[in-house]
Structures are given as structure tokens and as C-alpha cells.
């Protein structure tokens, strides 16, 4: 047996043997649970730079089924378990008070590890019996909180699924053309083959990953299901499910059509590529914006996934080692600082009882110290402020766009400034301000979130000052899908384009912070006011009269907002609404009346045989 | 070696003993038809090597065939008789407990009678001696449908008592016709001698017989009875119409238009007939909030979908429909099953009436999990290596026409997906008024776990049913090997 046979040995057991467990004593499921989610953390380290592939199972049908290890497969799968088992720790709190909680963990880590069969997939079947099981697991995660949830899990379940039955049109139609699904020998079939037909594998994979990734137009089903699942579930689905649609993008472009058709697939103007970083620019420009209309937390945060998968498009399909290593860094960065802030937005979620709604939070800074720190960390990543990944990540993205495409450089700084904008809303609405009277016993975070969030916090700054660290693992994913090498070093990145080099901004900016802090230290006292203590010309404000957090932004959201309807989500509801009214229009055939039954018989044998006499068909 | 022939006599004999073992010991009576398909189930089991090497021919009287009536145990005949004893089997385990009031006895012998005319169906090697088995098996259900005696189950059971004697009046005038140009019933010899008979003459018995027995297997536009009798009948009797009779019906049909007739120019017709019945089925399904109504559609979707893998008649495509067809008779059974106690819970077969019963009966909320993941194609789930080999059968075709089909069955499958989620997130994720948790009896929790554990098996191992599916699917497909082992 191999590593990758352990792993998934371990990971499927630990699911059937957790909920097994929650049945005798919730503790005891606890502790296995971490200690389960920890194991597989070392398990895949263990993995490292290992490359293989081992036939594990020949049972369906004989097709061999197989599993594979390389650094794309490695990185993907070790951002799924390190983040699941956060998650999991993150959970121990958060689900005290709920009700199944054994089903939710043994779902929990289910998603895992089905994910990580994903990543490890060496043929397509494997793929996607995994994929599969991912979709209906995560669906059942999505709807577990029932209320407006059960609307959010149908919208996300059937979305996904229309994706996964064009991935099984694609998958079966390679089986028929190549008689193989091992990927390693697909690339090869698939170099001869027609572009017609490579095109339509694009299509049918681009649709089903697309819609997992929440890549416009296929958005739609993301800010609900982000918003009313459980928080450390939300993590899990914004940071690394949705990242399976990114994995599958790299897999279909890169591996399975290959880098050298890719970059010539289709026509001059209405190329593969150029309409993939045209979806991907959409996907940074609107959803960023909507994201500013959102007044709830979590929705926000949801948006701003939709958004930031755009980044990671733009850098994956633009097809340079520098976008690419872009891209995968950005999916890593964003892996890090979206579950941070999903963590953040929980621990306030639990702490106030379930409020996320943004007008009626606030001042919870003094309160929640520890939640608020995390998030100021993961606003800094998500924007791009330099000694945090998503700096790194969105330079080389720029980096990379500024001389091809300009016009796209601008959409990525324009959404950047979206970013910044509803980061603000978002980090001033819950901790800034002033603290409402209901709010003024609220906890401080308990020590099982506070855990994740110091060490997601500390990988945010730890990826920015060290780039180096991820950027030589993504250099052999560059080097493996056919890319030149690019030129790393452990504090930065020398290119063609320009040179990055964290170390020297790290002790500029140091010595920044110092200077700063010394002419505070010599200057005049600061004199402390209260957090109610408002400005107000002289005027004494009284009391929870005056909420700084309401309407936030105002007068740029009734400006930019009827430039934001979201005309494809309108649209797949008409169509459910269409499918719904023709299925009930169906229905009338069966009218009740055994007569007209017997009328159908009569007529379907006589309009056969007048069919047969008029024109012998047969 | 096993005589098959007690394959139909051992239940057939037990029905008629019903009533007087009844009179003995009424305890014993329940029994009793789980002891005939265990039986049975073994006798099958035995049966498989000896069949699988070489199909058994039985002369019943001595009689060879043309000339008297013959039992033809092949791999697909001895398929459908091992299911039917199987699905038959749980069935009755599960009825112990479900079956308690209202006329027992007859329950428990029409249940036999309709077992032992669907095992006639599959194993009879001539035309009339099938008609007389589809009307045992027909009769026996008309019967079972009105079983509870209340009003919604006396007029569905009138009403599939109508269509049902227009159709088997059908097919007995095209048997007739069958009879007056060949002059003989034996259906290895009509297949044999077919050619010699111009294709034109033929095609007024065929649709006449392909529409009497359409009737019984649910293909549109023929299925109307089956809304009601199938949401009608008491949950077991349910599961056996929708995991057994409609499929020995859609046997009938495919034996006659495969072996008898071969007429290979109109296999794209049932085709398109398949994918027509598939779609009208999921999404009438997909309007109902009754929750035996709208399993009773989903059976006529999924048998459209059987028919449209037959109809494509590549050995890929049969074996691909065979595995639905196992598939369905399991998970559909497992529905209608668990869905008989959730509805006897909560006394009303609306699906909000269902919210909540995660909590109060976990485990068979479990089994309907299991059945509707099964059924629309998830993995690891048995509905998946059935749904894999149907489209890639029909893919590797390499037709345009066949292709776009396949969408169409991708399309419903998004469809079937979705009344099916719905009805999961109301077992589970809605409130339902608080009532206490209460499993089912004993007894119909063994019937639905073992379906369970045959469904995931099944979709795990896919393997250890192919090779067996596959041998089956020739039998249907190689009509010259048919007649050859007949007419020795």
C-alpha cells in the first residue's frame, strides 16, 4: 500500500468511525476528530516532493482506477487538510450548542476527504465519483441549518449537479474517444484530436468546474450557500471546496488539453483564453461592487470569494509561469485569508448570538480583541497590503498582466479598490464605532477559535515577508504543466517583469512603524475617551441613539446599484420557474379519467398503424 | 441438477395451501411466502453456474418444442427470476410487520400468485404461455391494489383493471395474428421463421403485442394507471408494481421486439419512446408534492430510461440498462418502503407532512437517503455504474442523433436530482412538529438495511454483477444462439 491508499484509507474510515464514535460520547468524537484531521496534516507533509501514481482498484468494471501524487496534487491537498483540520478545532466551540453534532463533523470531514480523493485522482472516473460524493456531502453541510438554508442548498445541489452531468458528458465522451481515463495517457490521445472536439472538453469542463468556482456567469449559487452554512463550514467551502474548480481549471487546461493548444484553442478573436480572462475580469468587477451592497457579514465575505476567484482566473488563464505561479499563490493566499475572516466573522456570530448583520454590530473591538486582530490581518491579505500573501500574489498577477493586457491590469486595481472599500465596511461595521447597549456583555473568543485565527493570522504574514516558502513548491507545478522556470529566492521573486523583494520592504516598513511609534512616544500625551464618546459639536449624543454602522456608504450604493442586478441569477430562477409551470402543464396528460386512458392506448396503436400504411417507416 | 420448473411451482403451490395453512396455525400464514422466495432465491443461486455455461431448456410433458410448451432458464430469465425472489424475499420480510389488518390471507396469496406470474413472464419460452403468466401477474395486482378497500384504492384498482384488459385484449389479437401467419406459439420457432414472412405483414401484431404489454411496462402514452395504483397500494405492494412488474412487463417488450420479431429498423423508435417516457416521467414527478405520486412518476422515468438503453441494442448499452434495472428494482423498493412507515408516522403521503422525520425515525429517514442518491446516480451508490455504462455505451454509438438523447438523459437526471433533494432537505433540515423518536418494527428495518447494504455493494463493486449482466445481455441480443438452444 501505498502513501496515498493510507491516506484515503484513514481519512474514509475516520468519517464512519467519528460519527460511530459521537453516538457513545461527544468528547471522545471531539478529540478523535482533531486528532484524525491532525494525522492526515502529517500524513500528506510526509508527501512532500513525492511524485507516483499506483492502480488502487480495479473493480469497477475493470477500468483501473487510479491514484496520483505531484506538487500540484500536494499543495492542493495539503491546504485541504490543513484548513480542515482548523476548521475541525475551530468547530469544538462553535457547535456546542447545536443539535447532530456527530453528523455534522463526520460530514465535515467527509468534504475532506473526499477532496483530498480529488486532488489525489489519477483518472477521471476516480475524479469524479470523488467529485461526487463532495457535491452531495456538501450539500447536506449547506442545508444543515435548515431555515432559509434548505433554499440555499437547493440552489447550490442543483447548480452543481447540472455542472457534474456535463463533466460526465465530457469524461465519458474522452472514455469513448481515447478507450482510457488515466489522465497521464489522455493528454497524449488528446493532442491528435480534433479542435472541435477539444473545445467541447473545454466547454463541459469549464462548465462544471466553473460552476463549483462560482466563475461569473455561474456565480449564482455562492452567497447564500456561503452565508447561511455553518461558520467553520463556510471556511472550509470559501477557502478550499470552491478551490476544487481551480484544480479542475489547471487539470483541463494545462494538463489535459495542454499549454501549447490551450494558448491557440479556438478562433483570433473568441479564443478559449481570451473569453476564460474575460469571465474572470467580469467575475472581479461585479461581484466586488456587490459585495459593497451586502449588510450581511458573511454574504460580504461571499461575494468577495466570487470576486477573488476571479483574480486567481485571470492568473491561471492567462497562461505565463509568472501568471500561473500568480494564480496558485493567489488560490493559496486566498485559501489563508478567507477562512480567517470566515473564522473572525463566526467567532462574532457565536459570540453575539448569531448576528451578522452589519447595521446592528459594532465597537466590539475592546470586546473581542483576539477576533479582531484576525481580522485586521485577513482585510490586509485580502487587499493586498504589502508583508501579507495577497500582496505577493495580486503583484505577480499585476506583474504579469501590466505589459500584455492593460486593460485587465485595470480591472484588477479597480477591484482592488472595491476591495479596500468593503474590507473597511466590513472590519469598521463589526469592531469600530460604537458598541450598541445589547452588545456590552459580549465575550471575549473562546480559546478553540482563537487557535486557527493565530495560526492563519501568522501564515498571512509568514507568506508575505517569506514568499520563497510557497513559491518553490508552485515553481515545480509551474515547471510540471510545461512553463519555463522562474527565478526564487526565499524573500522574493526576480523576473523579466520587475523584481520583488520582501525582505527590504520588511525593514523598510519596520523602520517605518519605528519612526512612528518614537514620535508618538516623544510627542504629546494621548488623552483616552470612552468608545461612546462621540464628536458631535459640542452636543452630547446620547446613547445607542446614533449608530455610525447604518447605511454605510449610502450615497455610492444608490449610485452604483442599479448597474448590479444580478441578471444571471434572475435567470436560472426563470428557468426553474419555467421548469416548475412545463411540468405542471405535463401533468394535465394525466387527466383522471380512465376514459381518456383508454383513448391513449387506442390512439397511439392506430396512429402507429397509419403511420406504417401512409409511409412504411419500417 | 435443480429442476427449474419448481422455480414456479413450489410458489404457485404454496399460494393455494395459504388458506388451509391458515386454518392450522394463523401465525404460520406470514410466513409462508417468505419460506417460498427463500427457496426461491437459493434455487436461483444454484441455478447460476449451470446457466452461465449453457442456457437449461425444459420440455414441460415431454413434449419437444415446436410442438409443446417449453421453459427457456437463461442468464437474463434467470436474472429476472433471482430478482424477483430477492426483492420478493425483503418484500415480505418487511410485510411481517406492515401487513396486519384487513384481509391477510388474501394478501399473502395474491402477493405469491404475483411472484409466481412474473416468474412465468421471464422463463416461458412460448407466446401464449406468457399471456397466461402476464395475466396471473396482472390480475393478482388489480387485486393487491384495492387491498386497504378504502375509496382512492377501489377506483385506481377499477381504473388499472380497464387499462389493463384493453392492453392484455391487446396482446392476446396480436398473439392471434401470431398464431394465424406461422401457425405456431413456440417463440424460438416464430423467431426462426420470421424471415420468410414479408416485414409489413408483421408490424400490425408486433404494435398490437409491443402495446398490450406496454401497458403493464409503464411506457408512455400507455402508463396512466400507474400514478394511482402505485400510490394507491399499500407500500409493499408498491415496491414489488414498481421494482417488478413493470420491469417484467419492460421484458415482455424486449424479448418479443428482440427475439421474436429482430426487427432492427425500428430500435431508434423505442429509443426516442424511451427518452419520451423518461422525461414526461421526472417531470411529472417533479410537480407532485405526494410522495407516492411522485415515486409512482419517477418509476416511469427511470423505465423510460431502461427502455432507452435496451433500445439501443449494443451489448454496453443492455448491460448498462440491465445494472439500472437491478438498481431500480432496490432503490425504488427501498423508497417505496421506507416512505410505507414515514407516511404510516406521520398519516398523511404529503411531503411536508414529512419534515422532520430525520429525528423521529433516523433510520428509515437513512434508507430513503440511500434509495434517492441511488436512484438519480450519485456514487458510491448503485445508481452510479448503471448510469456510467448506459451513456457511455450509447456515447461510444457515435451517433448525432443518440447523442443528443444522451443530454436529454443528462437533463433529466438534473431533474430526478432535484424533487429528490427536496423531499432529503424536508426529511432532514425541516422542523417537524415535535413528535418522539420511534423506529420502525424489527422486522421492515432488516428488509431496508439489506436493501441498503445490496445498493452500496453493488455501487462499490460494480464488477461482481458485470460479467453476469453482460452474459445476460446477449442472451437478449443473440437471437441465433435463442433459437439454436430451443430447437436443438
Known amino acids: 500500500m501505498t502513501g496515498m491508499e493510507i491516506l484515503l484509507l484513514v481519512a474514509f474510515g475516520g468519517v464512519m468511525l467519528t460519527y460511530i464514535l459521537g453516538r457513545i460520547s461527544s468528547s471522545l468524537r471531539n478529540t478523535f476528530a482533531v486528532v484524525l484531521s491532525l494525522v492526515l496534516v502529517v500524513i500528506i507533509a510526509l508527501m512532500y516532493d513525492k511524485t507516483g501514481e499506483t492502480i488502487f482498484y480495479r473493480g469497477f468494471f475493470g477500468i483501473p482506477m487510479v491514484l496520483r501524487i505531484n506538487s500540484l496534487s500536494w499543495i492542493f491537498a495539503m491546504t485541504i487538510s490543513f484548513i480542515g483540520c482548523l476548521s475541525v478545532i475551530f468547530s469544538l466551540d462553535y457547535m456546542k450548542v447545536k443539535e447532530r453534532t456527530s453528523f455534522f463533523y463526520a460530514m465535515l470531514l467527509l468534504v475532506n476527504s473526499s477532496m483530498m480523493g480529488i486532488v489525489l485522482a489519477g483518472d477521471l472516473l476516480t475524479l ?16 444543515y441549518n435548515g431555515g432559509p438554508a434548505i433554499a440555499a442548498g437547493m440552489k447550490y445541489i442543483v447548480m452543481s449537479f447540472a455542472g457534474s452531468m456535463a463533466m460526465l458528458a465530457g469524461i465519458i465522451s474522452i472514455f469513448t474517444a481515447f478507450g482510457t481515463l488515466q489522465i497521464s495517457e489522455i493528454a497524449a490521445g488528446m493532442s491528435s484530436a480534433s479542435s472541435g472536439f477539444k473545445i467541447f472538453i473545454v466547454i463541459v469542463f469549464g462548465i462544471a468546474f466553473g460552476v463549483k468556482n462560482a466563475i461569473w456567469p455561474f456565480h449564482a449559487w455562492l452567497p447564500q450557500a456561503h452565508a447561511e452554512a455553518p461558520s467553520p463550514f463556510s471556511a472550509v467551502l470559501s477557502g478550499v471546496l470552491i478551490k476544487m474548480g481551480v484544480f479542475g481549471f489547471i487539470l483541463t487546461m494545462y494538463v489535459v488539453v495542454g499549454l501549447g493548444t490551450y494558448m491557440s484553442l479556438g478562433g483570433a478573436i473568441f479564443s478559449v483564453r481570451s473569453i476564460l ?33 476571479g483574480y486567481i482566473m485571470l492568473g491561471i488563464a492567462y497562461g505565463t509561469s509568472l501568471s500561473m505561479a500568480g494564480g496558485v499563490l493567489h488560490f493559496l493566499s486566498h485559501v489563508v485569508f478567507k477562512s480567517l475572516l470566515f473564522m473572525t466573522v463566526g467567532a462574532v456570530e457565536f459570540r453575539t448570538g448569531g448576528i451578522r448583520d452589519l447595521n446592528s454590530l459594532g465597537g466590539l473591538i475592546k470586546k473581542m480583541p483576539f477576533a479582531f486582530t484576525g481580522t485586521l490581518i485577513g482585510v490586509c491579505g485580502l487587499i493586498g497590503v504589502p508583508l501579507t500573501n495577497g500582496f505577493v500574489s495580486k503583484w505577480l498577477i499585476y506583474k504579469s498582466l501590466i505589459f500584455g493586457s492593460p486593460l485587465l491590469t485595470f480591472v484588477a486595481l479597480f477591484g482592488t479598490w472595491g476591495t479596500v472599500l468593503y474590507s473597511y465596511k466590513l472590519i469598521h461595521n463589526i469592531f469600530l464605532g460604537q458598541l450598541p447597549e445589547k452588545l456590552k456583555d459580549v465575550e471575549n473568543t473562546p480559546l478553540s477559535m482563537k487557535l486557527p485565527m493565530i495560526i492563519l493570522s501568522f501564515t498571512v504574514l509568514l507568506f508575505g515577508i517569506l514568499p520563497g516558502l510557497p513559491l518553490r513548491v508552485i515553481n ?9 522556470s522562474l527565478n526564487i529566492s526565499l524573500w522574493g521573486i526576480v523576473s523579466e517583469s520587475g523584481m520583488l523583494n520582501m525582505i527590504n520592504l520588511f525593514a523598510a516598513i519596520l523602520a517605518g512603524l519605528i519612526a512612528v511609534w518614537l514620535f508618538l512616544r516623544i510627542g504629546a500625551r494621548t488623552i483616552p475617551v470612552k468608545q461612546d464618546d462621540n464628536y458631535a459639536a459640542g452636543a452630547a449624543v446620547p446613547r445607542d441613539r446614533y449608530n455610525y454602522t447604518v447605511k454605510f456608504y449610502d450615497p455610492l450604493l444608490r449610485m452604483i446599484s442599479p448597474y448590479l442586478r444580478d441578471i444571471f441569477d434572475t435567470f436560472y430562477m426563470k428557468i426553474a420557474d419555467l421548469t416548475g409551470y412545463l411540468s405542471n402543464g405535463i401533468r394535465k396528460i394525466y387527466t383522471g379519467y380512465v376514459g381518456n386512458y383508454v383513448m391513449y392506448i387506442v390512439l397511439f396503436i392506430s396512429l402507429m398503424i397509419f403511420v406504417q400504411m401512409k409511409w412504411s417507416p419500417w | 441438477m435443480v429442476n427449474p420448473v419448481l422455480l414456479i411451482a413450489v410458489p404457485l403451490g404454496l399460494a393455494f395451501m395459504v388458506p388451509l395453512i391458515d386454518s392450522a396455525s394463523r401465525k404460520l400464514t406470514r410466513f409462508v411466502p417468505v419460506a417460498a422466495l427463500l427457496f426461491n432465491l437459493i434455487l436461483c443461486i444454484r441455478l447460476i453456474p449451470a446457466v452461465l455455461e449453457n442456457p437449461i431448456v425444459i420440455n414441460l410433458g415431454g413434449f419437444t418444442p415446436p410442438f409443446g410448451i417449453n421453459l427457456f432458464v437463461g442468464p437474463l430469465g434467470l436474472l429476472f427470476a433471482g430478482l424477483i425472489s430477492l426483492a420478493g424475499l425483503v418484500v415480505s420480510i418487511y410485510s411481517l410487520s406492515y401487513i396486519k389488518n384487513g384481509p391477510v390471507v388474501k394478501y399473502h396469496m395474491l402477493y405469491m400468485l404475483l411472484l409466481t406470474g412474473a416468474t412465468g413472464v421471464v422463463l416461458t419460452g412460448d407466446l401464449f404461455n406468457l399471456f397466461v403468466f402476464f395475466e396471473i401477474l396482472c390480475i393478482s395486482s388489480y387485486a393487491l391494489v384495492a387491498y386497504h378497500g378504502d375509496r382512492a384504492g377501489i377506483e385506481s384498482s377499477i381504473k388499472y383493471l380497464i387499462q389493463g384488459t384493453v392492453g392484455s385484449g391487446l396482446l392476446l389479437i396480436g398473439i392471434g395474428f401470431i398464431y394465424g401467419i406461422f401457425g405456431t406459439l413456440n417463440m424460438a420457432d416464430i423467431a426462426m421463421k420470421i424471415a420468410t414472412v414479408e416485414q409489413s405483414t408483421l408490424f400490425v401484431p408486433m404494435i398490437l403485442m409491443v402495446a398490450g404489454l406496454g401497458v403493464e411496462s409503464a411506457i408512455f402514452p400507455l402508463n396512466a394507471w400507474l400514478p394511482d395504483a402505485h400510490s394507491s397500494a399499500p407500500s409493499s405492494i408498491s415496491a414489488i408494481l414498481s421494482g417488478i412488474a413493470i420491469e417484467v412487463g419492460l421484458y415482455a417488450v424486449a424479448r418479443i421486439v428482440f427475439t421474436v420479431f429482430g426487427i432492427s429498423d425500428i430500435y431508434l423508435f423505442f429509443a426516442f419512446l424511451g427518452i419520451l417516457t423518461l422525461l414526461i416521467g421526472e417531470m411529472c414527478a417533479f410537480a407532485q408534492s405526494n410522495i407516492k405520486r411522485m415515486l409512482a412518476y419517477s418509476s416511469i422515468g427511470q423505465i423510460g430510461l431502461i427502455l432507452f438503453a435496451l433500445a439501443l441494442a449494443t451489448n454496453n448499452t443492455v448491460t448498462g440498462g440491465l445494472f439500472q434495472l437491478v438498481n431500480h428494482t432496490f432503490s425504488k423498493g427501498l423508497l417505496f418502503l421506507s416512505a410505507g412507515y414515514m407516511i404510516y408516522r406521520s398519516g398523511s403521503m404529503e411531503i411536508s407532512s414529512l419534515n ?22 450519485l456514487p458510491p451508490f448503485a445508481g452510479f455504474p448503471g448510469k456510467f455504462l448506459i451513456v457511455s455505451g450509447a456515447l461510444l454509438k457515435g451517433e448525432m442523433v443518440i447523442n443528443i438523447l444522451v443530454g436529454l438523459v443528462l437533463l433529466s437526471t438534473v431533474i430526478e436530482g432535484t424533487y429528490f433533494f427536496r423531499v432529503i432537505q424536508a426529511l432532514y433540515f425541516k422542523d417537524g412538529n415535535g413528535e ?24 462499490v463493486y460494480p464488477k461482481f454483477l458485470a460479467d453476469f449482466l453482460s452474459s445476460a445481455s446477449s442472451d437478449l441480443l443473440d437471437k441465433m444462439s435463442y433459437v439454436g438452444s430451443v430447437l436443438k
Open chain 1, 128 to 143: 469524479f465519483i470523488f467529485w461526487e460524493i463532495m457535491s452531495w456531502s456538501t450539500f447536506l453541510l449547506i442545508s
Open chain 2, 436 to 459: 418522539q423518536r420511534k423506529q420502525a418494527p424489527a422486522t421492515a428495518v432488516t428488509a431496508m438495511i439489506a436493501l441498503m447494504i445490496l445498493i452500496v455493494a453493488l455501487g
Open chain 1, 476 to 484: 515545480k507545478i509551474v515547471v510540471s504543466l510545461g512553463f519555463d
Open chain 2, 356 to 377: 422532520g422525520m430525520g429525528k423521529r425515525m433516523p433510520l428509515t429517514s437513512l434508507a430513503f437517503t440511500v434509495g434517492a442518491f441511488s436512484l438519480v446516480g
Open chain 1, 277 to 309: 480572462l474575460v469571465m474572470g475580469a467580469i467575475t472581479i468587477l461585479v461581484p466586488t461592487f456587490v459585495a459593497l451592497l451586502q449588510d450581511d457579514a458573511k454574504k460580504l465575505l461571499a461575494w468577495s470569494t466570487i470576486a477573488q476567484a
